[in-house]
């Protein structure tokens, strides 16, 4: 699920704060990727640097707005 999740973020950085896919901006379009799409994010990643690296730590931050 991550992997789909990073590739819509990857794929729409325009609808995404900080390409934070917890932050998405409102009113905003996003496509999403075909599976073929996806799988030349992953082998495009894998054969540049032969490791597995996620770009997108801060998605796993959890932020609380409020009182």
Same mark, same amino acid.
């Given at each position: 699920m991550n992997v789909v999740k990073s590739a819509v973020v990857l794929k729409n950085k325009h609808a995404f704060v900080r390409n934070n896919?917890?932050?998405m901006f409102a009113n905003k379009k996003l496509y999403l990727p075909s599976?073929?799409?996806i799988k030349n994010? #992953? !082998?495009?990643?894998? &054969?540049?640097?032969k490791n597995?690296?996620?770009d997108f730590s801060r998605e796993q931050? #959890? !932020?609380y707005?409020? &009182?």
């Open positions: 896919a917890n932050f599976v073929n799409e994010l #992953i !082998y495009k990643n894998v &054969n540049k640097n597995i690296t996620n931050d #959890i !932020y707005f409020g &009182n």
